[in-house]
């Protein structure tokens, strides 16, 4: 598709794919042998499976006889990296998949209780990124050299920041989320007089944050039973505060357009 980068059309062949399982056998099998540069252009794959999902149900499904899913395999392919320096692909890569660990594993509702120990193992399994930021401006002038590369890391980059922003909505309670986005409703105006392309970009990528994943409606034949008054009042506060959320990304994405 137009647009996109190199691991961006990875991931999404990968999520259109018929035989999934097959191909996270493969990595798994594979992986074994393979040397450290080719594990780390691998991993880069798998962060994209992971990190790109269209949902955390998606990453964490096993599939194939194998029962492995992206979630496990990135765990397992981190336990066989030896300790050398990380590309900046995948250091990014990398970065993009804990912050969306940590949205999940603070939000129980967006995983099963069969795939919690999944995103568990991933996340200790993440080696210690801080303290890289020298290898990544490191290899800055080579992947200036190749455009793929630096795509993906931009990428890398963009996808990490709203899994970030996510984490941090989920661990907001109601009246600090209004609080959260009465203050961007407050700056909105400023920042949109002054056509400032940098906070401008700031306000897209938190309130994409607070955004809600889409519910599927009850089955004809589910039993349904009656919401208490407390959730009740929980429901409407929140549909109001997404409704919000929703008109401040609906002028931020006109202006910046």
């Known amino acids: 598709m137009p647009g996109e980068s190199k691991l961006q059309r990875h991931a999404r062949k990968f999520r259109e794919?018929?035989?999934p399982g097959a191909i996270l056998k493969k990595y798994h099998s594979r992986?074994?042998?393979m040397d450290d540069a080719k594990?780390?252009?691998h991993m880069c794959h798998v962060c994209a499976w992971v990190a790109l999902a269209h949902s955390p149900t998606d990453a964490a499904t096993c599939t194939g006889e194998?029962?492995?899913s992206p979630v496990r395999l990135l765990a397992s392919m981190l336990r066989l990296r030896k300790q050398k320096r990380l590309s900046a692909r995948l250091l990014t890569g990398l970065r993009a998949v804990r912050a969306y660990c940590v949205d999940v594993v603070q939000n129980p509702a967006k995983q099963s209780s069969e795939d919690e120990s999944d995103w568990q193992e991933l996340l200790q399994n993440m080696p210690t990124l801080r303290g890289q930021r020298r290898t990544e401006q490191g290899e800055?002038?080579?992947i200036q050299m190749n455009a793929d590369k630096c795509n993906d890391v931009r990428m890398f980059k963009r996808a990490r920041k709203l899994h970030a922003s996510a984490a941090v909505w989920q661990a907001l309670d109601l009246p600090e989320c209004q609080a959260k986005i009465?203050?961007?409703e407050g700056c909105l105006d400023e920042i949109v007089d002054s056509?400032?392309?940098v906070q401008l970009r700031r306000v897209l990528y938190d309130a994409a944050g607070a955004l809600s994943a889409p519910r599927a409606l009850p089955k004809s034949d589910c039993t349904l039973e009656p919401m208490s008054m407390e959730a009740q009042q929980r429901l409407r506060q929140t549909s109001k505060i997404q409704k919000r959320v929703r008109s401040v990304l609906l002028i931020a994405i006109t202006k910046w357009r």
Do not use: F, I
């Open 17 to 19: 794919c018929h035989a």
């Open 31 to 33: 992986a074994q042998e």
């Open 39 to 41: 594990l780390q252009q």
């Open 66 to 68: 194998s029962g492995l």
């Open 140 to 142: 800055a002038s080579d």
């Open 182 to 184: 009465a203050t961007h």
């Open 195 to 197: 056509a400032s392309a």
